[in-house]
């Protein structure tokens, strides 16, 4: 037997699961088993109300199809070279990644609007904001493995400002898991993003890289000259 049962219902029936619940229980059908409602608000496509009863309701599968068409016509406005493979690879990871995350970047209980635009903003709030962000930290890390030698190092406020964000990730994971709410991890990311964004620490970064592949003598010397690395060695003393 299960011991927890969840149904996914919208929030308009949480007064029936309530009564629902109680008469089981009396009854004794759920045992040592607990069941839980687990409501979720509107979903709205065009301002009105998506219903299967009503006719209005679209299929997911529709749903993901348009969301990469409409990526698929960005990437090119944006990226008119790209190979024609490459248009459609990444337009459907940016198109279903948009349908995902804004099912989860907002609480639930909310209404969820389909906002293409909002979804596939290059610039904030979107799944495609994010991966963004996700490509151009993967293009420092290569960066710095190509070096022979890494030593990382803390630069400035900002990283340390980062790192302080990115520990209380298992802290999101786990809230989100305590309250059924999966918008507290995917918000950590979204409050993460604009410090990882930050022009100062990636030019900085990119430094360390390039500090990180001269040699030996030549990395020594310019670490010495950097005034970041002098308040650094003040702060360790």
């Not at 990469?68 to 690879?89: E, F, G």
């Not at 630069?155 to 999966?182: I, N, Q, Y």
Request: charge should be positive; proline fraction near 4%.
């Amino acid at each position: 037997h299960p011991g927890l049962l969840l149904y996914v219902v919208g929030s308009e029936q949480s007064l029936n699961f309530q009564q629902l619940f109680r008469l089981a229980r009396e009854l004794g059908y759920l045992g040592r088993a607990e069941a839980r409602h687990i409501a979720f608000g509107l979903v709205l496509k065009g301002g009105e109300k998506m219903s299967t009863r009503k006719g209005t309701g679209v299929e997911l599968e529709e749903l993901l199809s348009e969301a990469v068409r409409k990526a698929v016509a960005i990437i090119k406005k944006k990226n008119p070279r790209l190979p024609a493979t490459t248009v459609k690879r990444v337009g459907e990871i940016v198109g279903v990644g948009a349908m995902i995350y804004n099912a989860l970047r907002s609480s639930r209980e909310q209404t969820i609007e389909f906002d293409w635009n909002r979804m596939l903003d290059f610039e904030g709030g979107s799944a495609a904001y994010l991966q963004y962000a996700y490509v151009r930290i993967q293009s420092i890390l290569r960066k710095l493995n190509q070096s022979s030698e890494v030593e990382p190092r803390y630069l400035g406020e900002e990283e340390w400002l980062l790192a302080r964000k990115l520990m209380w990730f298992p802290e999101a994971v786990s809230r989100a898991c305590r309250e059924d709410a999966p918008h507290h991890r995917a918000g950590h990311h979204l409050r993460a993003r604009p410090l990882g964004r930050s022009r100062g620490l990636l030019r900085r970064a990119r430094q360390v890289g390039r500090v990180h592949s001269r040699p030996r003598a030549k990395r020594r010397q310019r670490a010495t000259t950097r005034p970041e690395d002098r308040h650094a060695l003040q702060d360790r003393r």
